[in-house]
Structures are given as C-alpha cells and as structure tokens.
C-alpha cells in the first residue's frame, strides 16, 4: 500500500500514471487528488480548527477561499459537525474528530478513500456511527473506501475482504456487504 | 499567494501558543536589532549636532594651522616610523611659530580673497577684581578679524576701534556677566573704569570700552562660576605677554564668491616655502567644511563598525531561531507526515517552515527596532543631542532581520521538506 515509494518489483500504475517514477509534485497531486487519507489516531493538524483541517486539502490544491470554505461546511454537514466547525482539535472527542477527518479526507472529492483502523482508537458505539459513515459515502458518493482493519466483524460489512499476512496477499473474497 | 497568508497567520497562531518560547526564541533578534538602531541612532544624533554646530560656525572659512610633519617623505622605513612618532611629540619652537610677516605676505598675495583674519593670542585665565568683588576671566588678544567669525552682541559701550587694533591700547571689551560680578550690574559705572589684570607673570590696567552679552552655554549653564571672555586688541595682547608675533593656527574668512576649497590648496603651498626646512612641522589649510566632511566621515565609519559588532548579536539570535525551528519540526514531524498526505508538496512544507521563521525574525525585529529607538533617543537626550533615529537604518534592520530568518529557517525548513511522509506519519 505505499502510494508514494519506488517499488522493488513492477510497475503501479495509478490513473494512468506510473507511481514508482513520479516526482514530488506528481506524487503530492495524487494524494491530493486522487486519494483521501484517514488514520487511526485522526492526525487533525492541531491549534487549527475543524473547518481550517477540512481546508486544508484544498489549500494545496489552490482552491479560492470561499469556494474552500463553503465546501468544507457541506462536507461537515455531510458528517454531521456542522455544528463543530470552529472548534480545535483538542476541544472534540474522539470519534467526532474522526469525522472530521474523514470530511477532510473527501475534500478534494477523491475517488479512493484509505482508511488504516479508522476505528481502532474508538469505543464500539462511535466506531459504529463512523463505520456507518463510510457506508454512507460508499453507497451516496460512490467512493471506492480501502479499510484496514484487523477485525474480522468489520471487515464483514465489505463487498471484498482481501487477507494480507507478512505483506503477501493469502486471500481474496467477495465479502458480505453491508448494502 | 493565498498560501502565504494561510502559512503567515498559521505561523503567528503557532507562536501565540507558545508564548514564552516564542519571546525567549526572539530574544536573541530583539537584543541584536535593539543595539544596531540604538548605536545608529545616537551616532546619527552625534554626527548631526556636531555638522550643525560646525555649519554655523562658518563652513567657508579657511583653517590654517602648524601640524607635526607627517614623515612620508622620509625612507619610510621602520627606522623612520619609530622617528616619525619621537616627532610627534615635539614640542612647539620659537622658529616653528607662524609668524605675523608670513600673514602679512600673504594677504598682499591674495588680497581678492581675504577677507579677514582671525587671530587669537590667549594669554591666560585668571581673576579680576574690583574692590573685594572677584570674577573669574579668560584674557586673549584678537585681531579685528576674529569679531567676524564670532560675532558678539554689544550692549553697551562701542567695539574695539581700528586705532584700538592699530595702536594696540589698553582697551578691553567685557561680558555683561563680569559687570554683574564686580559693578552691580552698571553698565555706566563700569564703562570707562580701569581694572587690574594679573596673568602670565605680567600685570597692566585696562579700561572696559564696551560690554557683550554672553551667550550662556546650554551644558554649562548651572556652573555659576564660568570664566567670562575678555577681550583685548591682539597687539595689546603682545605687548602685555613680551611674546613675538607668532601663532601655531589662524582662521581665515574668505570674500563672498571665492572657493574655499581651491583657496585653501593655495593657501597650503603658499606656506610651503616657509617650512620646506622645518623638518618637524609644517602648515596645513583646510576649510571647515572639509573639516565636518571629515569628521562626520570618522563618526560614521565609528557607528557602522559598533554597529557592526552589536550586529553579532543578531547573528546569535539566528542561530537560536534555526535551533527552535530545529525542535519545531522534530515535534511536528507527523504533522508535516499529515500534510504530506493531504498533498503538501515538498516546496509548500519549506515555504511554511521559512515564513514561520521570517515571522519569528520579524516580530522580533519590530520589538527590536522599538527597543533601538526608544533606547536610543534617551541616550542622545541624555548626552544632550536632538535624537535622530533613521528611517533607513529601520528599514534595513527589519529587511536585514527577515532575511536572518529565511538564512536560519532555510536548512531546518529542507530538512521538514525532505522528510519521507510515510516515516514522518509513523514518528512517535
């Protein structure tokens, strides 16, 4: 799963482009562009607050400022936190700040989100509203969603599971789907 | 463009959170900058009350004055240097004296472009009194010329006349503060009276012709026992002290239209002749002006090199910004990591680094200038000067100041650029 190094072996052809030998600023538009991040531990950028973090992809994209801020505001309605929108980081709890991770993860409206255990550092109630949330964007805004997980219930509610052990792919099946 | 101001206003939001970091890192700027514009300032106060004090003193006027022979034209060996400071230290002779024929030669010479002469004999400072009143006074003999360049005001009595000068009499002029001292302030009672003066182991009686308003001196003006001039015609003076008609300096004060600074060229050879022998002195002309050109010239070559030095101060503040930048982006390792991921490129993560030290730099630069001209006017005030702060200094310390930042922030700004997002995101 890494997007931006030279791999050992073969080619990664992202979109039409080859990953291995892209440059800097190749390989910073597609994580822009093409590829939302969301992280176990949020990575909020702190003393910012949420609608500044949710900015922040579009920042890098040079996105005029009220198209910015008007596209952040809907993304955080969209998971809803509305509401929160001018709190910092350290004012939000856990799976609120989750969302907003997840909100700046859809800023610049990617086609992928990647998700590595989104909900491993929630309890299992707001694990759940976030994981619904994923369904959500999978089903409404039709966004392909890798999660990593380690949880076998979560990895269920997938359309596809496929099992890595050691970094070799051992499995790959159609998963339940929780449609 | 728009990312600038996101990283300036990010960067001023960083440094409001941590306060204390913040002051202690700019500390170092602030000091550094602080003393630059303090030193310009009072040196700029000092070189402008120096040239206006100078400039009123009549900048055309021609300075003639004995100096000890600079030996250039020795061998210029070592031997010679070693001789030429022994020289130095000679002291003044008899034959080395200018003397009153070569002044006469040369007004005959150049008569189109003198327009008085300037010469003072002091003979001493000592006390006069008037039955058991007592003043403190410094006698000198001038010539008529020297009233041009220092004009006094009269207020009673007349000026030292021509026949005054021509036949060198016993006439004195006075200052209305010795009238004060020794007649109560009667202008009319000391008018004509005679007084004693004991100086130099000579003795003789002088009448008061006129008296002046003495202009009383800004910084000595709470000594109340200031000597008071008093003036006698230079002949007089001679005579008084048995000495010959030498001089080791005189002023002359040029016609209207002639160029001081050609005449005084003239003037330097016209001596030459007269000291071609002397092997320890020799005679130098030079005009007022080139004289403030010249020290303004040295007070300024002074300031910058202070200035200079205070300026390594602010090099040490840079080097305290690059090691707080150094720990910033250790601390912030995952959140460039995070930017990274959020499609930060390499040159948006620098630029943010450099500004955030350029802002550091700058604010601190503010309080240092503030600091600088602050200190530096109550310094010139306190040595007395008009306080002169310069803008240009200002602006080139605030200039100067964001460039220490780009300097110092730059390698730790590369080094967050160059972090690999995915170890940056896995930093603990």
């Known amino acids: ?179 | 463009m728009m990312l600038l101001w996101e990283n300036i206003i990010l960067a001023v939001n960083g440094l409001l959170s941590n306060k204390t970091r913040a002051f202690l890192t700019m500390l170092g700027i602030i000091i550094g900058i602080g003393s630059v514009i303090a030193i310009i300032t009072v040196g700029n106060s000092l070189t402008l009350s120096l040239s206006e004090d100078m400039q009123s003193m009549g900048a055309n006027d021609v300075y003639v004055m004995l100096e000890p022979r600079s030996d250039e034209d020795e061998n210029g060996s070592i031997d010679g240097v070693v001789y030429g400071t022994l020289q130095k230290s000679e002291e003044l002779k008899e034959e080395d004296y200018i003397t009153t024929e070569m002044i006469d030669a040369m007004c005959e010479k150049y008569p189109n472009e003198v327009y008085a002469i300037n010469l003072q004999h002091t003979i001493g400072q000592t006390s006069v009194a008037v039955g058991k009143k007592s003043a403190s006074v410094n006698v000198s003999g001038v010539s008529a010329g020297y009233f041009v360049t220092n004009k006094l005001e009269m207020l009673h009595g007349a000026m030292l006349s021509a026949s005054d000068f021509a036949e060198g009499k016993n006439a004195i002029l006075v200052a209305d503060k010795l009238v004060e001292d020794l007649f109560d302030g009667d202008a009319q009672k000391a008018l004509g009276s005679e007084i004693e003066i004991n100086c130099n182991n000579s003795a003789g009686s002088f009448t008061i012709v006129g008296v002046y308003k003495h202009e009383q001196n800004a910084m000595m003006g709470m000594s109340f026992d200031m000597p008071t001039e008093v003036y006698m015609p230079l002949k007089t003076a001679n005579n008084f002290d048995h000495l010959e008609n030498n001089y080791s300096s005189f002023q002359v004060v040029t016609k209207v239209g002639v160029n001081s600074d050609e005449f005084s060229a003239k003037l330097q050879k016209f001596f030459e002749p007269y000291y071609r022998n002397n092997r320890n002195f020799e005679v130098t002309a030079m005009t007022l002006s080139s004289m403030v050109d010249m020290l303004t010239q040295m007070l300024s070559t002074i300031t910058i090199a202070i200035a200079v030095i205070a300026g390594i101060a602010l090099l040490v503040g840079g080097i305290g910004v690059m090691n707080i930048m150094l720990v910033s982006i250790t601390e912030r390792t995952r959140e460039i990591g995070t930017r990274k991921a959020l499609g930060a490129k390499n040159s948006s993560i620098r630029v943010q680094f450099i500004v955030e030290a350029m802002i550091i730099c700058l604010i601190g630069g503010i309080f240092g200038v503030i600091l600088g001209v602050g200190g530096g006017m109550g310094l010139s005030n306190l040595l007395g000067y008009p306080a002169k702060p310069s803008i240009a200094a200002i602006v080139i310390s605030l200039g100067f100041s964001m460039s220490v930042g780009v300097f110092f922030g730059y390698y730790p700004a590369s080094k967050a650029a160059k972090m690999n997002p995915i170890d940056a995101l896995r930093y603990e």
């Open chain 1, 1 to 179: 799963m890494e997007f931006w190094t030279d791999q050992p072996r073969g080619t990664y052809i992202l979109d039409g482009i080859d990953v291995g030998n892209a440059d800097d600023a190749e390989l910073s538009k597609i994580r822009n562009q093409k590829i939302g991040f969301v992280f176990q531990t949020y990575n909020l950028i702190s003393k910012t607050n949420a609608l500044k973090n949710v900015e922040l992809p579009m920042l890098y994209a040079g996105v005029n400022q009220h198209t910015r801020k008007q596209r952040a505001k809907e993304l955080l309605e969209l998971v809803e936190m509305g509401d929160r929108a001018k709190h910092l980081p350290e004012e939000l709890s856990g799976g609120q700040k989750q969302r907003v991770a997840i909100a700046r993860a859809m800023a610049n409206d990617p086609a992928i989100i990647l998700a590595d255990e989104p909900t491993g550092a929630l309890d299992s109630k707001t694990g759940r509203l976030v994981m619904d949330l994923f369904h959500k964007l999978n089903r409404e805004k039709k966004k392909t969603i890798v999660l990593i997980t380690h949880s076998n219930e979560l990895a269920a509610e997938t359309d596809r599971i496929i099992s890595i052990r050691d970094g070799n792919i051992v499995d790959s099946v159609k998963g339940g789907g929780k449609a």
